[in-house]
């Protein structure tokens, strides 16, 4: 029971630490939160928490390994950087017609979502993560069976949850100090993150070509 317990702590501190830093995540949720509401975060983190159960699933099968070897570090870094490049550059070419009030809230859940999937799948840390720190505690959590697992990944989402949802709860408190103007700066400023990670994803997986030959 206490090593249970321990895991399921320890597990939410890890996450928690790891989505405090800054990333791709972040961007779009500040981005988002002022015209799409509190529960930006959240939605976020469904999608992101759906992929990485799959993940986990797959680790726990024997992928560990695969996600460990260089060409699967290059592809992600690549086409993952590619994909948020785009997202910033898309971003950058709405600001012009961008308001805080013109999207459905059935509209915005629905791309929240999908976007918290693909935001993940683009960034080649979180599958090196997984791979390594998150590999790591899924051996001791294995330890005690199927239980142990579901304490591991319930500490991990949890912490994603407590610290996203934080973000929107903070952000959207905070609109009433938006408007439109400001509204368009925060989307640039996030769109810049988006294309300056995409940026280092590249030249990373860049390096890791030149590092292989």
């Not at 996450?15 to 988002?32: D, I």
């Not at 928490?49 to 986990?56: A, F, H, K």
């Not at 809230?105 to 999937?117: H, M, P, R, V, Y």
């Not at 990670?197 to 990373?204: A, G, P, T």
Request: aromatic fraction near 14%; proline fraction near 3%; charge should be positive.
């Amino acid at each position: 029971m206490l090593k249970l317990i321990f895991i399921t702590i320890s597990s939410f501190i890890i996450a928690l630490s790891g989505a405090m830093m800054p990333g791709p995540l972040f961007a779009m949720t500040v981005s988002e939160t002022p015209r799409r509401g509190w529960i930006t975060g959240p939605i976020l983190v469904a999608g992101h928490g759906v992929l990485e159960l799959s993940l986990l699933l797959l680790i726990v099968s024997g992928l560990g390994k695969f996600l460990l070897m260089k060409e699967t570090f290059i592809f992600v870094a690549l086409v993952g950087g590619l994909f948020l490049f785009l997202a910033g550059f898309s971003m950058l070419r709405s600001l012009p017609k961008l308001r805080l009030y013109n999207n459905t809230l059935k509209e915005a859940n629905s791309s929240l979502f999908l976007s918290g999937i693909l935001l993940s799948l683009a960034n080649p840390y979180w599958s090196l993560w997984w791979a390594t720190i998150g590999l790591g505690y899924l051996v001791q959590a294995m330890e005690i069976g199927i239980i142990g697992i579901v304490a591991f990944f319930t500490g991990h989402i949890l912490g994603d949850l407590a610290w996203y949802s934080g973000v929107s709860f903070g952000v959207y408190k905070g609109k009433k100090f938006l408007n439109d103007a400001v509204y368009k700066k925060i989307v640039f400023i996030c769109a810049l993150i988006l294309i300056c990670f995409s940026l280092y994803f590249i030249w990373s997986g860049i390096h890791k070509i030149i590092d292989f030959l």
